[in-house]
């Protein structure tokens, strides 16, 4: 099946600081999301991108859709302590009618007090 | 704020006994997804459901998954004889449009298979 690699695995960085994190895939997708999952939830949606090259802002999170199509990245600026989750990107396939979506390794974000 | 909610959110079980996870969708969503989570892993998809049948599965589904939208409010994952590999973090999802990606998960149900 379809692999996504996200990188870093996991970073410790202090609050106010900017995080930067990415995820490539060695296939294409349509489209490109990022999901946080914070400990004991299911993940929530924070960034949808449709269109290669595409750049999307939700607050201080801001998304890339590739130009390749395989790969996006996401960036939060001025990091908060509610930043703390492991943040997933996921891969739209979409084939002969049906949909399925991949979801990478994770990146798992910790601040330090 | 409309949310999917499932049930249990733990459950305990034998090897080789049957299972069955339950899940209430967003009640205006017409898309419904079961995807599990190892501990410590990522999230895998395991099903798609779509007007009263499956649209996909993964390799995971198996013959020993089924999934069943009973009524109009409820869809189950039923694992008939469970594994110790089975034990995971289920999650249902729901989604009001196709083709975007845009899911709204559960918080999940914890399955140990001992």
């Known amino acids: 099946g379809q692999q996504l690699n996200q990188s870093p695995q996991s970073m410790f960085i202090q609050e106010g600081e900017d995080v930067s994190m990415n995820c490539t895939s060695s296939s294409i997708f349509n489209t490109w999301l990022w999901y946080k999952q914070e400990p004991g939830e299911g993940p929530v949606l924070l960034i949808a991108?449709?269109?290669?090259?595409e750049l999307t802002s939700n607050g201080r999170l801001t998304a890339q859709f590739g130009i390749t199509r395989k790969d996006s990245f996401l960036n939060i600026s001025a990091s908060i302590p509610s930043d703390v989750g492991i943040y997933f990107c996921a891969g739209l396939e979409t084939n002969f009618g049906n949909e399925k979506l991949t979801f990478g390794t994770g990146t798992r974000l910790t601040i330090i007090p | 704020e409309p949310e999917v909610t499932q049930t249990p959110s733990h459950q305990v079980t034998q090897m080789g006994q049957e299972v069955i996870l339950r899940c209430v969708p967003i009640s205006n969503h017409l898309y419904f997804y079961w995807y599990r989570q190892i501990l410590g892993q990522k999230v895998e998809f395991l099903v798609s459901?779509?007007?009263?049948?499956?649209?996909?599965k993964s390799e995971i589904f198996d013959d020993q998954f089924s999934v069943e939208r009973p009524d109009g409010s409820n869809f189950t994952l039923k694992i008939r004889s469970t594994k110790l590999e089975d034990s995971a973090m289920y999650f249902c999802?729901?989604?009001?449009?196709?083709?975007?990606?845009?899911?709204?998960f559960g918080e999940g149900s914890r399955l140990t298979v001992l």
């Open positions: 999802a729901s989604s009001e449009k196709r083709f975007t990606g845009e899911l709204f």
């Open positions: 991108l449709y269109k290669a090259g």
């Open positions: 459901f779509y007007n009263n049948e499956i649209s996909e």
